[in-house]
């Protein structure tokens, strides 16, 4: 009787210390997973960014060379009207 309470005692410390070892496993796993998102939604993030970056500078680009072909277009409006 004594050895099967021992053995009983024995088999629940082996089984508390498997349980212990299988949610630090998982834990582990959460972390890392958690970390790869993290990443993941930095990497996004960064993309944006730089999408809109791309998106401002080419407006800028554009309105300038809106403005430079007004100003164009007024300088040979005004030559045309020295002339007459």
């Known amino acids: 009787m004594l050895q099967a309470v021992a053995q009983l005692q024995k088999d629940n410390a082996q089984s508390a210390i498997t349980k212990k070892v299988k ?11 958690n970390q790869r ?17 791309k998106i401002t500078a080419y407006n800028r680009a554009k309105a300038r060379k809106e403005a430079e072909f007004e100003a164009e277009q ?4 005004d030559e045309k009207e020295r002339e007459v």
Do not use: G, N, P, S
Not at 23 to 33: G, Q, R, T, V, Y
Not at 37 to 45: F, Q
Not at 74 to 77: E, G, T, Y
């Open 37 to 53: 998102a993290i990443l993941v939604k930095k990497k996004r993030i960064l993309e944006e960014k730089e999408e809109e970056e």
């Open 23 to 33: 949610a630090k496993h998982m834990l582990d796993e959460i972390f890392a997973a």
């Open 74 to 77: 007024r300088r040979i409006k």
